[in-house]
């Protein structure tokens, strides 16, 4: 399954004035749900259609974003696209010159196609893993397992005569599991993804992670609920990049820049918003990684963006409409759910660079506080800056030391306070993975950091004595 568009076909589509775009999209997914040891749902489904969008500068007010027309169709045939244009724009909306340029096609290797691989080799993968995560303890009750795969194409052709297609594949793997013990209960959740195909399988062991989910949630069953209070945290690398993306990466989105609903970084551009020792960057063209592609869907060549650098402010996340109400270039990242809706500013896999800081000696450097290996959900006010995260898996340290596992634990903070408070960085990195959630779409996006230490943190646990 690959789109192949024929320029020529859609140009009438598209407008000479401003500028115009269609996109086309034709996906396939299926997907698995295993709970009580037993397979109960499996779905299947397909959806195909295009989007055509249209951007005027408005000339009473041309500070402000442009005017959008914008339009869906559950077709990909270019005539049912023109009699939309039609609808949209009238007919006497002068067209795109038909000369285009040279069509760029890609399409990511898979080593197994998940969609060739037999319904029955991928329930018995998950009937391994609910066994694996059963026989860690008695203490297990409940094993939750989705397995899903997707194939998708699409294909960009824009009124500057630009035409790029692609397609690709994706295999995602969650496991959560649940422990009681004396009216307690715990959660331990792993989650598995990448572009990859059914290989996927293989290389991160889905059976090994569902052992890994079970272990995580009977330990907790026995130990303390965290201190509250104010206190110094690591953040190990481990932990993922939940804490980088809710705390500050939507609030470096263009979108809420401009409306005023990100307030800390409104006019901050080349001014010091962190250590001179930190870099954040998105970066759409990491290899295999669960946010990546080749283009936007804008069409815009994916690379690199550094948002901060050497603790500067340096950039914002665009796509079309904001980067031209900020009189900056698009940095492809503009991203939709799926043809019937527009893009809007999104993240991608976005990171702390790695620092220089030996982990073992952040870990060391920890008197009295907290560390954090794995994180759980999180949610961020952009106009505050406030967010909150839970805990997946924590540890109290003192001296230098781990003395034991915690449970229960939130962390709270102003994002951009916590951010220029960071004070050692680590040479590692990690990362995590998950479909982010803005204006009710959803797209999937990678996350990391190295080890890094906070020196104060709020904490939401049990007051010290209760």
């Known amino acids: 399954m690959s789109l192949s568009p024929r320029f020529e076909d859609w140009a009438p589509t598209l407008v000479g004035e401003g500028y115009s775009e269609a996109y086309l999209e034709e996906s396939r997914a299926n997907s698995l749900h295993f709970e009580d040891s037993r397979l109960t749902e499996m779905s299947s489904g397909s959806d195909r259609g295009a989007c055509l969008r249209y951007l005027f500068d ?36 002068r067209r795109a010159p038909p000369r285009a ?45 989705t397995y899903a795969e997707r194939r998708k194409s699409y294909a960009v052709l824009n009124s500057d005569g630009e035409q790029r297609a692609h397609a690709r594949s994706t295999v995602i793997f969650v496991v959560s599991v649940t422990a009681a013990k004396d009216g307690v209960l715990q959660t331990g959740t792993e989650v598995l993804g990448s ?35 104010e206190m110094p945290v690591v953040l190990a690398a481990s932990a993922g990049g939940t804490f980088v993306h809710e705390a500050i990466g939507h609030s470096l989105e263009a979108d809420h820049v401009q409306e005023g609903s990100s307030p800390h970084y409104v006019g901050k551009l080349g001014k010091v918003v962190a250590p001179e020792f930190l870099s954040i960057v998105d970066d ?48 492809a990242h503009g991203r939709r759910e799926s ?15 790695p620092g220089k800081d030996d982990p073992a000696d952040i870990l060391r450097s920890l008197d009295r506080g907290l560390l954090v290996t794995r994180m759980g959900g999180g949610q961020v006010n952009t106009a505050t800056g406030e967010f909150v995260f ?60 190295p080890t890094l230490r906070i020196p104060k943190l709020l904490i939401g646990g049990r007051e010290e004595g209760a």
């Open 58 to 93: 408005d000339p009473e007010s041309p500070e402000g974003p442009p005017r959008t027309v914008h339009g869906s169709l559950n077709s990909l045939e270019a005539g049912a696209a023109r009699a939309l244009a039609e609808r949209l724009l009238g007919k006497g909306a």
């Open 390 to 449: 839970g805990v997946d898996e924590g540890f109290w340290v003192e001296g230098g030391k781990i003395r034991h596992r915690v449970r229960d634990a939130n962390m709270l903070g102003v994002g951009p306070e916590v951010l220029a408070s960071i004070d050692r960085l680590g040479w590692d990195i990690g990362w995590g993975i998950g479909t982010c959630g803005k204006d009710g779409q959803g797209v999937p996006v990678s996350d990391g950091q």
């Open 195 to 229: 572009l990859k195909g059914f290989e996927l399988s293989g290389a991160l062991d889905p059976v090994r992670a569902a052992g890994a989910a079970a272990r995580l949630a009977v330990e907790k069953l026995s130990a303390p609920v965290a201190r509250a209070g």
């Open 284 to 331: 759409p063209t990491l290899p295999f990684a669960r946010g990546s592609y080749p283009f936007d869907d804008e069409g815009c060549p994916a690379r690199p963006t550094p948002l901060v650098q050497n603790g500067v402010l340096v950039d914002y996340l665009y796509d079309r409409v904001t980067a031209r109400r900020g009189k900056a270039e698009p940095n």
């Open 339 to 353: 043809f019937r809706h527009r893009p809007i500013p999104r993240m991608s896999n976005l990171y702390i660079a």
């Open 101 to 145: 340029a040279a069509a760029r096609r890609s399409e990511a290797v898979v080593l197994r196609d998940p969609f060739g691989v037999a319904t029955e080799e991928k329930v018995a993968l998950l009937a391994a893993a609910d066994r694996a995560a059963r026989a860690e303890s008695a203490h297990v009750i409940q094993v939750d397992i």
